[in-house]
């Protein structure tokens, strides 16, 4: 579900890495040409073209782009180009010093959002970048209260069984367990905190469908209905990110786009972050929950180089 239009053929490497060069040299940067080589590009593929730079240049891709932009457009050219767990850990790092439920967001969508190994590279790198775990620096903050800071610590410690296999019987069981424990008002029950964050993301669906099934009510919709405490909050998000990511990040875009002014860094990172993964399934989400398209809406509140990566990311679009 990938927005990312690949050139046919493709450049090799060296001649990425020479174009790039060439848009650097001179007077002024070639910001076009920078934004239709890397915005058009895997993550595989920029990782060459970074490794291939830095042989023939001697220099830091990601420096250079640091020195040759600026602002917003900036931000999101370096989170394109940069290794996505890097990124990822970069980015929780950063929310883990600020309060408030929008950095509480990354947490989880690192968490939830996630492959199992996208998650344990990027607690790999955040060690080697930051001297302490991922783990240990959530379950020590003083930004998170419990039971949100022992549920956190837990979605980012899991990894989760990746097949498909589900087991019926126990989707039915378990969806029994989460159901009696959201009519208790009691959602930081240990078999509440075990299905949501040990189960694999398959075996969730079944058992969402099975909630579904059994109270006419979908699982978010029912914690929503019983309590608005931020932990029920972060758990309808973390439901979302394991289940239904589309629906989550549609809201991060609109969330950003709305209002007086345009959050920019929720907006790059909600468009970097998904570009490769599932824009398109996000597209369709936001165009059904909010009648415009994510095209349209950047276009409305977004300009220049800033707007031209991320209408690149995000790819076309129908009105």
């Known amino acids: 579900m990938s927005t990312i239009d690949v050139?046919?053929?493709?450049?090799?490497?060296?001649?990425?890495?020479?174009?790039?060069?060439?848009?650097?040299?001179?007077?002024?940067?070639?910001?076009?040409?920078?934004?239709?080589?890397?915005?058009?590009?895997?993550?595989?593929?920029?990782?060459?073209?970074?490794?291939?730079?830095?042989?023939?240049?001697?220099?830091?891709?990601?420096?250079?782009?640091?020195?040759?932009?600026?602002g917003d457009f900036r931000k999101a050219m370096i989170q394109w180009t940069m290794d996505p767990a890097e990124r990822d850990a970069k980015l929780v790092h950063e929310a883990l010093k600020k309060k408030g439920e929008k950095a509480i967001w990354i947490v989880i969508e690192v968490s939830c959002a996630s492959t199992p190994d996208h998650l344990i590279a990027v607690r790999r790198i955040y060690r080697s970048l930051f001297f302490s775990s991922l783990e240990e620096d959530i379950a020590s903050s003083s930004m998170y209260k419990e039971p949100l800071r022992r549920f956190l610590a837990r979605l980012v410690s899991s990894y989760r069984y990746t097949d498909e296999y589900v087991m019926r019987e126990l989707a039915k069981f378990e969806a029994s367990v989460l159901h009696n424990a959201i009519k208790k008002n009691d959602l930081h029950d240990e078999d509440v905190l075990r299905i949501i964050t040990t189960r694999n993301k398959s075996q969730l669906k079944a058992t969402f469908l099975h909630y579904k099934q059994l109270t006419g009510k979908s699982i978010d919709e029912d914690i929503e209905s019983h309590s608005s405490s931020q932990f029920a909050i972060m758990m309808v998000r973390a439901i979302?990110?394991?289940?239904?990511?589309?629906?989550?990040?549609?809201?991060?875009?609109?969330?950003?786009?709305?209002?007086?002014?345009?959050?920019?860094?929720?907006?790059?990172?909600?468009?970097?972050?998904?570009?490769?993964?599932?824009?398109?399934?996000i597209k369709e989400e936001y165009k059904s929950a909010f009648k415009t398209t994510v095209t349209r809406d950047i276009i409305g509140d977004t300009s220049g180089d800033y707007k031209e990566i991320l209408l690149t990311l995000v790819g076309s679009e129908e009105p």
């Open 240 to 281: 979302w990110c394991l289940a239904f990511p589309e629906k989550h990040f549609a809201e991060v875009i609109r969330y950003s786009i709305e209002g007086l002014g345009t959050d920019e860094d929720t907006l790059t990172r909600a468009v970097v972050c998904r570009a490769e993964i599932d824009m398109k399934k």
């Open 7 to 70: 050139p046919n053929p493709l450049p090799s490497p060296k001649e990425d890495a020479e174009e790039l060069r060439k848009a650097f040299e001179g007077w002024g940067t070639n910001e076009k040409s920078a934004i239709k080589i890397l915005g058009r590009r895997t993550a595989a593929q920029r990782a060459e073209i970074r490794r291939t730079y830095a042989e023939l240049y001697k220099e830091s891709l990601l420096d250079r782009l640091h020195s040759e932009l600026s």
